[in-house]
């Protein structure tokens, strides 16, 4: 099996198991007017490693390297969309923000708010007001394991999580002192 197969297969099966999971029962995007899915023409979501392969020669959208290399030379790629997106083709970044993976001080996965989404996502500015659904979070703890079969897609959650500390400790140098 080549590699394309092998990640097409990988992300059609994470993506399955997540299923129309959603952070909120309702569409969230109504909530705050989609902000997370407008920008500029260099704004997008970052791919898991090998998902590129899904959105090629999709006109929807376009793929593009960023400056995050893996270990073996890898570059994780940024897709960004063209206006509206198909919403059951979404990235999986996508379909899970405003969360992102961590890997905890015990090496497994959890989810955490994605320190980025802070200042677009009411979900994330207003947690008691808008809680992310518990079977949402259920969804991606059944949807997670075959990802973190994959080395790259371990070390790009490994660069998340390194991420997510700087970015809360510049939060916390704000808030605390």
């Known amino acids: 099996m080549n590699l394309e197969s092998k990640y097409k297969r990988l992300y059609k099966k994470v993506l399955k198991e997540l299923g129309i999971a959603t952070p909120l029962h309702s569409d969230c995007g109504v909530l705050c007017g989609e902000k997370c899915c407008s920008g500029t023409e260099d704004d997008g979501m970052l791919l898991f490693p090998g998902e590129e392969y899904l959105y090629q020669g999709r006109d929807?959208?376009?793929?593009?390297?960023?400056?995050?290399?893996?270990?073996?030379?890898?570059i994780v790629k940024l897709l960004v969309c063209r206006g509206k997106c198909p919403r059951d083709e979404r990235p999986l970044s996508c379909r899970i923000f405003p969360l992102t993976p961590y890997i905890n001080e015990f090496g497994r996965v959890d989810f955490r708010l994605d320190p980025r989404s802070f200042g677009i996502c009411p979900v994330s500015r207003n947690p008691d007001e808008y809680p992310v659904e518990d079977d949402f979070i259920e969804s991606l703890y059944k949807a997670f394991p075959p990802?973190?079969?994959?080395?790259?897609?371990?070390?790009?959650?490994?660069?998340?999580?390194?991420?997510?500390?700087?970015?809360?400790?510049?939060?916390?140098?704000?808030?605390?002192?």
């Open 60 to 74: 929807w959208c376009r793929v593009k390297d960023t400056n995050i290399v893996l270990s073996d030379g890898y």
């Open 147 to 177: 990802l973190l079969k994959d080395e790259k897609a371990v070390e790009f959650i490994e660069i998340l999580s390194e991420q997510y500390d700087e970015a809360m400790e510049v939060f916390e140098k704000f808030i605390i002192g």
